[in-house]
Nanobody
Framework: QVQLVESGGGLVQAGGSLRLSCAAS????MGWFRQPPGKEREFVAV????????YYADSVKGRFSISRDSAKNTVYLEMNSLKLEVTADYFC???????????????????WGQGTQVTVSS
């Protein structure tokens, strides 16, 4: 059973920064998704098992950075220049298969964390 535990969410002012962490019980391709209030879950970023490849949603490119510490089986999402619209529940997800062109699909990831809330205030 794969276990994913997110941490680092909270309340932050617009323009600020926040770093989310996700500790995994194994080494997988790891993604971050978010679900704004009343909306569907959407892809944010993914990093490959060995950390050599990362993909981002267009909306976060240049402001968010995904990284991993393989020794700790932990993935991080550094979020900078936060905007009000990034308020959401953020979920860590894991998959043994990066999925080629489908890395941004919710269905590509069989394992999910419980989520951590990020609220950006004005």
């Amino acid at each position: 059973q794969v276990q994913l535990v997110e941490s680092g969410g909270g309340l932050v002012q617009a323009g600020g920064s926040l770093r989310l962490s996700c500790a995994a019980s194994g080494r997988y391709h790891m993604g971050w998704f978010r679900q704004p209030p009343g909306k569907e879950r959407e892809f944010v970023a993914v990093i490959s098992r060995l950390g050599g490849t990362a993909y981002y949603a267009d909306s976060v490119k240049g402001r968010f950075s995904i990284s991993r510490d393989s020794a700790k089986n932990t993935v991080y999402l550094e979020m900078n220049s936060l905007k009000l619209e990034v308020t959401a529940d953020y979920f860590c997800a894991a998959s043994a298969d990066l999925g080629g062109a489908y890395y941004d699909r919710v269905g590509q990831y069989p394992y999910w964390g419980q989520g951590t809330q990020v609220t950006v205030s004005s």
